[in-house]
């Protein structure tokens, strides 16, 4: 994505606004937009924030080449003037976000942009763009690994995804989310992760035989010789033939370090069960039992729960496309323009008759909540910049929609920790995004702190995300100035 300049990917009327703002308005005119989204997917408990790095890539490469500004121009919607101002344009704001591989709830802003209105109008639909997507994978491999209860699970949909964007990026995202491995060799290059992977039926296929083929494999990875054992029939040709093969190993003094079978058809529950047995009675006790085939979390869960041996999961299409809900519903909304004379900010809300549509409006923050003892979630609150908390004191906390429900922390019963971060301060980067690999460990904390009952995959409890007494009052007090008799 460095490499690829991706200003234009963007929707024509961020374009036509930014020109609308050229002329009508003051281009430099600073404002804040809160990125953010209403609904958990897969009707999950929370999710996962990624796509900061490409975020921060996209940014730092933001410009238009002339080739961009004569296709512009070929459209005879954009004025010269306008277009000459884009062949210098760079982005000059301020960006804060909440670090990938955070849990993250509903309403609450994922990145905050503050910068002039046409800078930060541009950029919407490419930061929505790469944080919705890698979101929404990073959010759904959560729910898979969590259903193999510490099995390994592997990233296998490249050749399913939507593109090779998706597959890379995708692949990205659910090695955030607890993945070991992908199948994704480009992925693997560019972010330093893990590969994996074994053979296919052709393989298989191709020798006379599949003891043939078997040997041939063992003989090329002796250390990492997982065999395919679906291609003619499992339980009478497949592992026999991979026992027969791990034997030979055995006998010749090679060392079976990491080996096993891979099924890919057939009732895996039933055959797992099958396939452990003929394992273990021929001494191959610690032999992996990898499984494929469309699964995802309720399928996993369902193969648990019928006593499957199965122990590493190889998931691609459900996992990759997030096929039971293919998208995050990210928005990004306009929460403050700064006044010139007094270089405060002054508050914007989206009004609508559906609640969960009014915005947050002013310059805000986030604080989570944790429990002194539990280091678990107690709720997250947002906030406006400059107010200020002491965890000696008791905090009050209320649901912004029903007032009434309201919960009173001691003083020195809870801690708090402020997510949003700095990213970009006057156009310069001043974050230094980790190795992927690094966020996957700071993911696994946070899914620590964590509930059980808001990890699990039905109906699971909410955490909750509140107002502060000043923001909320001034949320009511804007849409008690929008309404009409």
Request: proline share 4%; charged share 20%.
């Amino acid at each position: 994505m460095s490499q690829r300049n991706l200003t234009l990917l963007t929707d024509l009327y961020e374009l036509t606004m930014m020109q609308g703002y050229f002329y009508a308005k003051d281009a430099n005119e600073t404002v804040i937009f809160d990125a953010f989204y209403r609904a958990n997917p897969n009707g999950n408990g929370f999710a996962i924030a990624a796509g900061l790095e490409q975020v921060i890539e996209y940014i730092e490469n933001l410009h238009f080449d002339k080739e961009d500004i004569e296709y512009l121009r070929s459209t005879g919607i954009f004025r010269e003037e306008f277009l000459e101002y884009l062949l210098t344009f760079r982005f000059t704001g301020d960006i804060y976000a909440i670090p990938e591989g955070t849990v993250v709830f509903p309403r609450e802003p994922l990145v905050k942009v503050i910068a002039p209105i046409m800078q930060a109008q541009l950029i919407e639909t490419a930061l929505l763009n790469i944080i919705n997507h890698q979101s929404l994978i990073a959010t759904k491999t959560a729910r898979i690994v969590h259903a193999a209860r510490g099995d390994g699970v592997m990233e296998f949909g490249l050749r399913r995804a939507q593109g090779p964007d998706a597959g890379i990026y995708g692949a990205r995202a659910a090695m955030i989310a607890g993945c070991i491995g992908t199948s994704n060799v480009l992925c693997g290059q560019m972010f330093d992760v893990p590969v994996k992977g074994t053979h296919a039926h052709s393989w298989i296929m191709s020798f006379p035989d599949e003891l043939t083929a078997f040997r041939t494999y063992a003989k090329l990875y002796p250390s990492a010789c997982i065999l395919l054992v679906d291609t003619y029939d499992t339980l009478k040709s497949g592992i026999p033939h991979a026992i027969q093969v791990f034997t030979e190993m055995r006998e010749a003094g090679i060392p079976l370090t990491f080996y096993g079978i891979r099924m890919d058809s057939g009732d895996l529950a039933y055959l797992s069960k099958e396939a452990k047995k003929m394992l273990d009675a021929a001494g191959f006790h610690d032999a992996v039992i990898s499984a494929s085939n469309d699964l995802d979390e309720t399928l996993i869960t369902s193969l648990k729960n019928q006593g499957a041996t199965i122990n590493s999961w190889g998931v691609g299409t459900n996992l990759i496309t997030s096929k039971d809900c293919p998208s995050f519903g990210g928005v990004y909304k306009l929460a403050a323009i700064k006044d010139k004379a007094t270089g405060k900010f002054l508050p914007k809300i989206k009004v609508s008759e559906n609640a969960e549509k009014i915005t947050n409006p002013g310059n805000k923050t986030i604080y989570r909540i944790y429990g002194r003892e539990s280091h678990k979630i107690i709720a997250d609150l947002i906030c406006l910049v400059g107010e200020a908390y002491d965890d000696s004191n008791s905090l009050l906390l209320f649901d912004p929609i029903a007032t009434w429900k309201k919960t009173l922390l001691a003083p020195g019963t809870y801690v708090m920790r402020e997510l949003l971060i700095p990213i970009f301060k006057n156009g310069s980067c001043v974050y230094h995004s980790p190795k992927v690999m690094d966020i996957q460990q700071y993911c696994k904390k946070e899914l620590d702190t964590l509930w059980d009952e808001t990890k699990r995959l039905v109906n699971p409890h909410e955490v909750h995300v509140d107002l502060s007494n000043e923001l909320w009052h001034m949320r009511a007090q804007l849409l008690d100035s929008y309404h009409f008799d």
